[in-house]
């Protein structure tokens, strides 16, 4: 039976998919959904649509898939819109992101045609290797906010949606840490009126997601809800938040080894990682501001799953070095290396060498699908505010101020499908396994 505790509204009608930034990510997604609709690709990669969670003991033989284990929206259900600087519809913008093949894109030339940005809010300040014509022109930022509102109105008053939310696929902003004006939403809508240059455009469809009874997910590595005052305004709205930055590549890569090494005490003097990468996100990132923020989502996850604090003779000395190197002739094909010096019994020297030749954007691609809809059902559930079970999809997740973010892509996984358990009424699985032999 379900929990009496949670009651989870139905999904009837359509989800409308908001998305900032139509580039080779959004355009992998949104291509993706209309070639799975006509049986032209599978969803590989997304939980959503092929995992499943494990009920009950091992013997009762329960492991049903996820969606049809909690009520998730449809595939076939939503309606997408998205802005961008560039005036290119997603077709148009498929084919110049160069990921998927023209075969395929020409046979979903129909629909992503049909899909055109609407003007976007954007500030040079922030994306400084980028800029484009199809912008919000005139007036505070608190005008801008408010043609983002309108623009959200108009869309679910056209396709009719029941419900709405709104995933950040943008470009990486520069480096900004939480200042004054996002102390408290009274001083954030303040400084929205007044134009504070520490507001970026991120926080203004943020701001306006949240207004409209829209959750909102951050894909980038940049801050954009984690501050008190949009933290104040989802509370009060009783809205869900996700963020930050996708963890697709070579992270979660790094979220998959360092645990391993962890679990067996294997010690770790140095963890050098370096990525080729060719795409817009790369011309991006090439701007030392927007890699500052990558770099510090980047970083943390070794940290906090080594844990030097409880460990200071494996992990209390380990340099750590993360480079993203712009080279366009790769394109989305991103590259990324690992060298990793560890060190085991007696205190002996091994390496670790990896190799990891990814496609950044159909890495990314099924995380923004699951996202979506499971963003979609904590909002149907009545949960507000951060959501740290979704802490599986991405690199710097957002967490309460008095616990440190959990990066061990396993737990996370644990804590994700306990949380599914624990919205469906069913006994959370603890692995302890004593049961069986009594």
């Known amino acids: 039976m379900p929990n009496q505790d949670v009651r989870i509204a139905p999904a009837e009608g359509k989800l409308g998919v908001l998305i900032p930034g139509m580039g080779a990510v959004t355009t992998t997604f949104i291509a993706g959904l209309e070639a799975i609709k006509r049986g032209l690709g599978k969803p590989i990669g997304s939980l959503t649509q092929l995992g499943t969670v494990r009920l009950g003991k091992r013997t009762e033989g329960r492991s049903p898939a996820i969606r049809d284990f909690v009520p998730l929206a449809n595939v076939e259900d939503l309606e997408i819109a998205t802005w961008d ?14 990921v998927l093949e023209m075969p395929l894109l020409q046979s979903l030339k129909e629909p992503l045609e049909a899909i055109e940005p609407m003007q976007a809010v954007f500030d040079q300040k922030f994306v400084k290797r980028l800029n484009g014509p199809n912008v919000k022109a ?3 930022k608190m005008d801008y906010a408010e043609g983002v509102m309108e623009d959200i109105r108009q869309f679910q008053k056209r396709t009719k949606v029941s419900r709405t939310t709104m995933i950040w696929c943008g470009s990486t902003e520069v480096y900004h840490e939480a200042a004054e004006v996002h102390s408290s939403l009274e001083r954030f809508e303040r400084g929205l ?5 520490e507001i970026s455009p991120s926080q203004i469809y943020a701001y306006a997601a949240l207004k409209s009874g829209v959750p ?14 949009l933290l104040e305004l989802a509370r009060d709205r009783s809205l869900p938040l996700a963020g930050k930055d996708y963890k697709s590549g070579q992270t979660f890569m790094k979220t998959l080894i360092a645990p391993g090494l962890k679990s067996r005490l294997l010690g770790v003097n140095g963890w050098f990682s370096t990525n080729i990468l060719g795409n817009r996100d790369g011309e991006v990132l090439d701007d030392p501001g927007s ?15 080594l844990q030097k604090q409880l460990y200071p003779d494996l992990y209390g000395n380990v340099y750590h070095k993360v480079r993203i190197e712009y080279y366009p002739p790769r394109g989305d094909a991103k590259e990324g290396w690992d060298n990793i010096d560890i060190f085991g019994w007696l205190g002996y020297p091994m390496q670790i060498k990896v190799n990891f030749l990814c496609r950044d954007s159909i890495l990314a691609a099924p995380l923004v699908l699951d996202i979506v809809l499971f963003m979609d059902l904590a909002q149907r559930a009545g949960m507000r505010g951060i959501q740290e079970w979704l802490s599986f999809y991405f690199k710097a997740p957002m967490h309460a101020p008095e616990v440190y973010p959990e990066h061990d892509v396993f737990i996370q996984l644990m804590k994700l499908k306990n949380t599914l358990r624990w919205m469906r009424g069913e006994d959370l699985i603890t692995h302890l396994g004593l049961e069986y032999y009594d």
């Open 85 to 98: 600087i560039f005036e290119d519809n997603a077709y148009e913008a498929a084919v110049k992101a160069g």
């Open 291 to 305: 890699f500052r923020s990558k770099e510090v989502s980047k970083s943390s996850a070794l940290e906090y799953i």
């Open 138 to 140: 005139g007036g505070s």
């Open 216 to 229: 909102y997910a951050n894909g980038a590595p940049h801050m954009t809800t984690d501050m008190p005052a």
């Open 193 to 197: 009126r007044e134009n504070d240059p």
